[in-house]
């Protein structure tokens, strides 16, 4: 079955950028998109169609997808990016979540 | 602006069937504009997707669990459900209903979330 694999953890300091992948076999044939989870909190959709960004979402996200790999990049790091990030792609009439990457902002 | 409210039982019992309901608010969910989906993220671990509904009635169900799901919409009311059968401690989850984006299945809006426990 397909799988969608990102990275447990990622840390970055305030104002550098902040790169989380998303890793899956062709996954440049898929559309992917990124939501962000604080605590506590629901999903926020960051990213969708890979590169566009919803209405309210800082310009600083940003998303690409190339290969087997999608990338969310955060350029500014902010302390309050600090969240649960996931990515999320449809494939054979499913739903995919890859498995979360916890951002660190210190 | 499209509002999305769970609501169920926040205790159910092992072997019984778990029923949430989904009210849709500020939009129809007569719309070609999304499917209408369900989430769930067990303590401490990652997001699981359940399945997605058409307003028509056709359905997406995850593999993994889908001799135990159905979900259903009730479009007079402008809602839909959950039915998961047989529960298991290991359904114990907060559980997100969501507006999914008909074309590439983005979860635009979701709703806030409801706990539910299964235990006797």
């Known amino acids: 079955s397909y799988e969608l694999t990102q990275p447990p953890s990622v840390s970055v300091s305030p104002g550098q950028k902040a790169s989380i992948t998303c890793s899956g076999d062709t996954l440049w044939e898929k559309f992917t998109c990124w939501y962000q989870q604080k605590p506590g909190q629901s999903p926020v959709l960051v990213i969708y169609?890979?590169?566009k960004r919803p209405s309210g979402i800082p310009e600083r996200f940003s998303g690409s997808n190339s290969g087997n790999t999608a990338t969310l990049t955060i350029s500014g790091t902010q302390a309050l990016d600090e969240a649960d990030y996931y990515c999320q792609a449809w494939d054979s009439n499913t739903v995919l979540f890859g498995g979360g990457t916890k951002l660190t902002v210190l | 602006q499209l509002h999305l409210q769970e609501s169920g039982p926040g205790l159910v019992k092992p072997s019984e069937t778990l029923s949430l309901t989904c009210t849709v608010s500020?939009?129809?969910?007569?719309?070609?504009?999304?499917?209408w989906g369900w989430v769930r993220q067990p303590p401490g671990k990652g997001l699981e997707w359940i399945g997605i509904i058409y307003y028509s009635g056709s359905t997406y169900y995850n593999s993994s669990l889908k001799t135990r799901v159905t979900i259903s919409v009730d479009t007079a009311k402008n809602q839909f459900s959950l039915n998961l059968r047989s529960v298991t401690a290991a359904d114990t989850a907060l559980y997100y209903c969501?507006?999914?984006?008909?074309?590439?299945?983005?979860?635009?809006?979701w709703g806030k979330g409801t706990t539910v426990t299964v235990s006797s």
């Open positions: 169609e890979d590169t």
């Open positions: 969501a507006a999914v984006e008909y074309y590439y299945y983005s979860m635009d809006v």
């Open positions: 500020g939009g129809s969910i007569s719309t070609y504009t999304y499917y």
